[in-house]
T-cell receptor, first 112, second 118 residues
């Protein structure tokens, strides 16, 4: 699976959009980008995933650059409950590669 | 529908003691995983299972054993606990499905077991 690079920490004002970047310059064509978050020692929670098109769900939007070497997770209206560690994970989708490999993520703090 | 349930939630062991952590899922997921998380670090995979009766080593398997006798349960054993195994342990399960011709996986995590070895 491709290696990802994320900033160690970020702050965002409550009510504003939180934009979390992720670099994955070695991504290959059969690898998805997944985002998970972990709120204060709870189990990680799935947010969104994408291959090459932008994706949106009820939690967030995922913007993937045309060359797929980087992506941005957008939380449109951040609340205090969005304070968490956010993990960007790139993984292949072939059978036999079911494992998720976590890095250290970005610690997002929402400021009141 | 409880999702992924881990038992116990907290435990303190003395060095050399043994214990088993239980993970149960009611979603009929094929794959199950055990991770550990140390302070300030991401999750690291200990062992995983791609189906009933099968297990495989992950990134940090030493000092742990696992069993998957039933599809819904995945047990993590510590035969002789060491202080280095003080950690928070997370179990997860996953399924796979086809999405636009590619197979993707959905993961559900348990709430964790906080283990302290003294």
């Amino acid at each position: 699976d491709a290696k990802t690079t994320q900033p160690t920490s970020m702050d965002c004002a409550e009510g504003r959009a939180a934009n979390l970047p992720c670099n994955h310059s070695t991504i290959s064509g059969n690898e998805y980008v997944y985002w998970y978050r972990q709120i204060h020692s709870q189990g990680p929670q799935y947010i969104i995933h994408g291959l090459k098109n932008n994706e949106t769900n009820e939690m967030a939007s995922l913007i993937i650059t045309e060359d797929r070497k980087s992506s941005t997770l957008i939380l449109p209206h951040a609340t205090l409950r969005d304070t968490a560690v956010y993990y960007c994970i790139v993984r292949a989708v072939n059978f036999g590669n079911e494992k998720l490999t976590f890095g250290t993520g970005t610690r997002l703090t929402i400021i009141p | 529908n409880a999702g992924v349930t881990q038992t116990p939630k907290f435990r303190v062991l003395k060095t050399g003691q043994s214990m088993t952590l239980l993970c149960a899922q009611d979603m009929n997921h094929e794959y199950m995983y055990w991770y550990r998380q140390d302070p300030g670090m991401g999750l690291r995979l200990i062992h995983y299972s791609v189906g009933e009766g099968t297990t495989a080593k992950g990134e940090v398997p030493d000092g742990y054993n696992v069993s998957r006798l039933k599809k819904q349960n995945f047990l993590l054993g510590l035969e002789s606990a060491a202080p280095s195994q003080t950690s928070v342990y997370f179990c997860a399960s996953s399924y796979s499905h086809r999405d636009r011709g590619l197979r993707i996986y959905g993961y559900t995590f348990g709430s964790g077991t906080r283990l302290t070895v003294v």
